[in-house]
């Protein structure tokens, strides 16, 4: 079936460091792509998505791009701060006409001032 | 106010007992969701609804029930909760997609603690 695979963490950064989480994913036919974040105490955002190959999804700093021939959706950002501190979350649309997300572990980021 | 609410944020309760949680929203969308959270795991989802007549279960339904009272509101039971129940829990919700994919909107969870 879909899956979502991210790299584990938590991933600790100092403040304006370069940021990567990985993401690959498992899928029939052609999901559409997404990353989520989540706040302490908050429910999920939805922070960019990709809805088809070599799309590039950005928002905040953000950017992911939607890699087909590798099934990959990496998250970067150039320069994070500590307010970027949360559970970032990849995501794949699944079944019939995408209406249902499958979504990775999440992944831990601490940014230190 | 925020779109999607979710009561109560936090509860506790001991094994056997029936409980519910509700999950309301003004966004005027008619598919909901209930997910739940456990670490390392990511979300899972229990049952969605694409209408009011329109219940379906999802990768972990068992041993949860659900009710669309209205399009706006979507509850979820523990009709005999139990310790591996306890979780954090998030209600979600969709416009019809009219092509594709719509984003999905999420509460702020409520947090559960099976005795």
């Known amino acids: 079936g879909d899956s979502v695979t991210q790299m584990e963490g938590p991933v600790t950064l100092s403040e304006e460091a370069f940021l990567t989480i990985n993401c690959t994913y498992t899928a029939t036919g052609y999901p559409s792509l997404f990353w989520y974040v989540q706040y302490p105490g908050e429910g999920l955002q939805l922070l960019l998505k990709?809805?088809?190959?070599?799309d590039k999804g950005s928002n905040k700093g953000f950017e992911a791009t939607y890699r087909k021939e590798t099934t990959s959706f990496h998250l970067e950002k150039g320069s994070v701060q500590v307010s970027d501190s949360a559970v970032y979350f990849c995501a794949l649309s699944a079944g019939e006409y995408g209406n249902k997300l499958v979504f990775g572990a999440g992944t831990i980021l601490r940014v230190k001032s | 106010d925020a779109d999607v609410t979710q009561t109560p944020r936090n509860r506790i309760t001991k094994t056997g007992k029936r409980i519910m949680l509700e999950c309301s929203q003004t966004?005027?969308?008619?598919?909901m969701y209930w997910y739940r959270q456990d670490p390392g795991l990511g979300l899972r989802l229990i049952y969605y609804s694409f209408d009011v007549k329109d219940i379906n279960k999802g990768e972990i339904s068992d041993g949860y029930s659900v009710s669309r009272q209205a399009q706006a509101k979507f509850s979820l039971s523990l009709e005999s909760a139990i310790p591996n129940q306890t979780a954090l829990y998030f209600c979600?919700?969709?416009?019809?997609?009219?092509?594709?994919?719509?984003?999905?909107?999420f509460g702020p969870g409520t947090r559960l603690l099976v005795l």
């Open positions: 966004k005027g969308h008619d598919r």
């Open positions: 979600a919700t969709s416009a019809r997609p009219l092509a594709g994919y719509e984003t999905q909107y």
């Open positions: 990709a809805t088809k190959a070599d």
